[in-house]
């Protein structure tokens, strides 16, 4: 089936789903800190889908007290099933499984980090793992190490078919957390906390399917990032609606600690994924540029739209490749320096 089949074969499913419109999609709004409690809260960014384009428009909070940084009203069971529809599976399967399996050398750089603190860790379980790319590409630096992944989506299913994992565990990270406890050497959180509804339940679930003396590592966007303040709704890891919480460093040194574990590392520039300043461009050609076509669209564009969609897009390729050049050559080196790096990892061994 044609991609345009496909759409085609969507749309009407789509209309229904927005015939009520898109205040159903969530909860309602937050008077408190989720983190710390506090109701010291002020709004840090509005912004729409600028990935999918599918209508809404979504509003991030910050406690002032603490500088949690959250989607608020969040988005409930209903509204993150229908915006996740068609972004790593679906019509988007394709593309996100060719943008993730292209990644390799990022993946054995995470996988390197774990070197220092357990050089032959004999299992390693990823949660979030998508298709699994980061177990196949990790295997690579570490190959006496057994790879299992765990998601809800059936990518996890596809990553065991395909040799990348081991053992595949679909479901919910703390629902599963009691069948695996204690299992597992080191447990990887790579951009995984930011899309859960609660990350205070999902790091007791890791502390629980980690042996003692094993290592828990994680990695996620970083708000205190000064390109998240230059850039605005143009910094990709602000990603709405998809990423409903971003915790400053402290935070999560502090819960971890409270939990049972000690940091043994911290790492800024080497997390640092040098895409801002291309990724914000692309953005805002795409926002600017009439919508390609798609099934929460109720008509499909015309030859006029596709032609200057076209067009526009052309004429942005010098601003994308500056971009580029700019992110991979003069700001990847000063990244520490800058304080632009745009994700922090930390390695944390649980007592």
Same mark, same amino acid.
């Given at each position: 089936m044609s991609k345009q089949s496909e759409i085609e074969a969507l749309r009407s499913a789509y209309q229904r789903d927005l015939a009520e419109g898109t205040d159903r999609f969530f909860e309602p709004r937050r008077t408190t800190c989720p983190w710390c409690a506090s109701d010291r809260l002020t709004t840090r960014l509005r912004t729409t889908d600028l990935l999918q384009h599918k209508p809404g428009t979504f509003v991030l909070d910050r406690c002032a007290e603490c500088g949690h940084t959250f989607q608020n009203p969040r988005l409930n069971e209903t509204g993150l099933e229908f915006y996740y529809r068609d972004f790593y599976d679906g019509l988007g399967e394709q593309k996100?499984?060719?943008?993730?399996?292209?990644?390799?050398?990022?993946?054995?750089?995470r996988a390197r980090s774990m070197v220092p603190h357990d050089a032959t860790p004999k299992n390693w379980l990823d949660v979030g793992t998508g298709h699994g790319h980061f177990c196949e590409a990790a295997r690579e630096v570490l190959p006496g190490t057994a790879f299992d992944g765990l998601d809800f989506t059936d990518g996890v299913e596809l990553a065991a078919r395909e040799g990348r994992v081991e053992h595949a565990y679909r479901g919910a990270f703390p629902d599963l957390a009691p069948e695996l406890a204690a299992r597992y050497?080191?447990?990887?959180?790579?951009?995984?906390?930011?899309?859960?509804?609660?990350?205070?339940?999902?790091?007791?679930?890791?502390?629980?399917?980690?042996?003692? *003396? *094993?290592?828990?590592?994680? =990695?996620?966007?970083?708000?205190?990032? #000064?390109?998240?303040?230059?850039?605005?709704?143009?910094?990709?890891?602000?990603?709405?609606?998809?990423?409903?919480?971003?915790?400053?460093?402290?935070?999560? #040194?502090?819960?971890?600690?409270?939990?049972?574990?000690?940091?043994?590392?911290? =790492?800024?520039?080497?997390?640092?994924?040098?895409?801002?300043?291309?990724?914000?461009?692309?953005?805002?050609?795409?926002?600017?540029?009439? #919508?390609?076509?798609?099934?929460?669209?109720?008509?499909?564009?015309?030859?006029?739209?596709?032609?200057?969609?076209?067009?526009?897009?052309?004429? *942005?390729?010098?601003?994308?490749?500056?971009?580029?050049?700019?992110?991979?050559?003069?700001?990847?080196?000063?990244?520490?320096?800058?304080?632009?790096?745009?994700?922090?990892?930390?390695?944390? #061994?649980?007592?």
């Open positions: 996100m499984s060719g943008t993730f399996g292209g990644r390799t050398k990022m993946y054995q750089g050497d080191v447990v990887s959180m790579f951009h995984y906390l930011e899309h859960s509804t609660d990350p205070d339940r999902e790091l007791r679930a890791a502390h629980e399917t980690v042996r003692p *003396g *094993g290592h828990l590592l994680i =990695e996620v966007p970083d708000p205190e990032s #000064r390109y998240a303040r230059l850039l605005g709704r143009w910094w990709l890891p602000w990603l709405q609606p998809q990423h409903l919480h971003f915790i400053p460093v402290a935070n999560l #040194r502090e819960r971890l600690t409270g939990l049972g574990f000690t940091v043994v590392a911290e =790492e800024h520039a080497e997390a640092h994924d040098p895409v801002d300043l291309l990724a914000a461009v692309w953005l805002a050609l795409d926002h600017t540029a009439p #919508r390609e076509d798609a099934p929460w669209l109720p008509t499909p564009p015309g030859a006029v739209r596709k032609t200057l969609r076209a067009a526009l897009l052309i004429a *942005g390729v010098p601003a994308l490749v500056t971009g580029t050049l700019l992110d991979r050559f003069a700001v990847r080196p000063l990244s520490r320096r800058l304080r632009v790096s745009n994700a922090y990892r930390i390695v944390a #061994r649980r007592d």
